[in-house]
């Protein structure tokens, strides 16, 4: 049986748009769901990102190229948030 008192076990996701962190990660979640919940975003960012390489902005689109760099920064964001609660958790990375 977990003792810990409930807010205990939730790691605080990286904000640095705020001084209050408002998103948590939930550190007792089984592996398998942190692992999939990285994996998942990991993987949306790749498909983003490959899409993005393949359209062509013109050069007056300087905003829409920071936004897309912005959402490609939040989301890989969340994923070392995810794997620094797995590494937490003592789950060897080179096995």
């Known amino acids: 049986m977990n ?3 409930p807010l205990y076990r939730y790691t605080h996701m990286s904000h640095p748009a ?3 962190p ?4 939930d550190a007792d979640s089984p592996l398998r769901d942190l692992h999939a919940c ?3 975003r990991l993987e949306a960012v790749l498909k983003y990102l490959d899409l993005m390489a393949c359209t062509s902005l013109p050069d007056y689109a300087e ?3 920071n936004t897309v ?5 939040i989301m890989v964001q969340d994923v070392r948030d995810v794997f620094r ?3 937490q958790r003592g ?3 080179s096995a």
């Not at 760099?69 to 920064?73: E, L, Q």
């Open 91 to 93: 789950f060897d990375v």
């Open 18 to 20: 705020t001084d209050h």
């Open 22 to 25: 408002v998103l948590l990660v």
């Open 85 to 87: 609660v797995i590494e």
């Open 38 to 40: 990285a994996a998942e």
């Open 3 to 5: 003792n810990k008192p």
């Open 69 to 73: 760099t912005n959402i490609a920064r």
């Open 63 to 65: 905003h829409d190229i």
